[in-house]
């Protein structure tokens, strides 16, 4: 199998190392990072205490000589917001929180996994069959080139992973919005975390109305943030898209109502159907 790489530009490295490094994450964090074996990843978010999404992660377990470490690839936009976030989180506890996104940057891979990421550490990625990732000396990432990021959007999009900022907004998605929680993103039996107690209501109550879903776009996808419509009424909002595939944040009970009354749903125009 061909293996192809794309440096991912808009992504950012924040460190978290110390004595109680791994405690202090899982008690903030969606995921179980304790279990976390050196070398492996897993998909999280940070929540607001309203169960929302503030930011989300894959956090990487690497070596360390006292206590436990982690790299966590997240949104470069939010990088410094989320290593300030974590650090009023800190308290007393033993740990030190550090942007690294100057002197880190993150490759995604598919096909089969490089031989070696000198100087850096590869890792599965854990939400879906996207290949690895590999968090490398910024120079070595930025050396690799972003000539191959529109096909690795094409195979995200074509797994339904959203991409936070566009196909969810910020503080405004709840987990089960964004697919967290079949992106193996939510640990439902690990202890408390920040805004555990509305997932776990909405786990249980079945109260998700809204979801990421694939949509297949009539002709070429009109840009992220267009309403997707049943006729007037506005039931959700396209996010991004290769070619004629794309995401869509939507209201599931509303895709039901046009469904059984045979109707159509349009997108700046376009026809848009929502896949099964």
Same mark, same amino acid.
């Given at each position: 199998? !061909?293996?192809?790489?794309?440096?991912?530009?808009?992504?950012?490295?924040?460190?978290?190392?110390?004595?109680?490094?791994?405690?202090?994450?899982?008690?903030?964090?969606? =995921?179980?990072?304790?279990?976390?074996?050196?070398?492996?990843?897993?998909?999280?978010?940070?929540?607001?205490?309203?169960?929302?999404?503030?930011? #989300?992660?894959?956090?990487?377990?690497?070596?360390?000589? =006292?206590?436990?470490?982690?790299?966590?690839?997240?949104?470069?936009?939010?990088?410094?917001?989320?290593?300030?976030?974590?650090?009023?989180?800190?308290? *007393?506890?033993?740990?030190?929180?550090?942007?690294?996104?100057? #002197? /880190?940057?993150?490759?995604?891979?598919?096909?089969?996994?490089?031989? =070696?990421?000198?100087?850096?550490?590869? !890792?599965?990625?854990? *939400?879906?069959?996207?290949?690895?990732?590999?968090?490398?000396?910024?120079?070595?990432?930025?050396?690799?080139?972003?000539?191959?990021? @529109?096909?690795?959007?094409?195979?995200?999009?074509?797994?339904?992973?959203?991409?936070?900022?566009?196909?969810?907004?910020?503080?405004?998605?709840?987990? /089960?919005?964004?697919?967290?929680?079949?992106?193996?993103?939510?640990?439902? #039996?690990?202890?408390?975390?920040?805004?555990?107690? +509305? +997932?776990?209501?909405?786990? @249980?109550?079945? !109260?998700?109305?809204?979801?990421?879903?694939?949509?297949?776009?009539?002709?070429?996808?009109?840009?992220?943030?267009?309403?997707?419509?049943?006729?007037?009424?506005?039931?959700?909002?396209?996010?991004?898209?290769?070619?004629?595939?794309?995401?869509?944040?939507? *209201?599931?009970? *509303?895709?039901?109502?046009?469904?059984?009354?045979?109707?159509?749903? !349009?997108?700046?125009?376009?026809? +848009?159907?929502?896949?099964?």
């Amino acid at each position: 199998m !061909t293996n192809k790489v794309a440096w991912l530009e808009d992504r950012g490295v924040v460190r978290v190392e110390g004595e109680d490094a791994s405690s202090f994450l899982q008690g903030l964090l969606t =995921n179980d990072v304790e279990r976390l074996k050196v070398g492996d990843a897993r998909y999280a978010a940070l929540l607001s205490p309203q169960g929302k999404i503030l930011f #989300d992660m894959l956090v990487v377990r690497i070596p360390a000589e =006292n206590g436990a470490a982690y790299l966590i690839d997240c949104a470069a936009a939010q990088a410094a917001d989320l290593a300030k976030r974590l650090g009023f989180y800190k308290l *007393r506890a033993k740990v030190v929180v550090a942007d690294e996104s100057a #002197d /880190h940057g993150v490759v995604a891979g598919w096909g089969e996994e490089p031989e =070696n990421a000198t100087g850096g550490i590869v !890792t599965r990625d854990p *939400r879906a069959p996207l290949g690895w990732r590999a968090i490398l000396p910024r120079a070595k990432a930025a050396a690799v080139g972003a000539g191959h990021v @529109h096909e690795y959007d094409g195979l995200r999009i074509a797994l339904a992973v959203p991409k936070g900022g566009v196909d969810f907004a910020y503080g405004e998605a709840f987990p /089960h919005d964004a697919n967290l929680d079949s992106l193996n993103g939510v640990d439902f #039996d690990k202890g408390c975390y920040v805004g555990q107690e +509305v +997932v776990s209501r909405m786990k @249980h109550r079945g !109260t998700a109305r809204k979801r990421v879903a694939r949509v297949k776009i009539a002709a070429d996808a009109p840009p992220p943030g267009t309403p997707v419509l049943d006729g007037q009424l506005a039931i959700g909002t396209l996010g991004s898209s290769s070619g004629r595939e794309a995401l869509a944040m939507l *209201r599931l009970d *509303r895709v039901e109502d046009a469904k059984a009354a045979g109707r159509g749903l !349009t997108a700046g125009g376009v026809g +848009v159907a929502v896949e099964e």
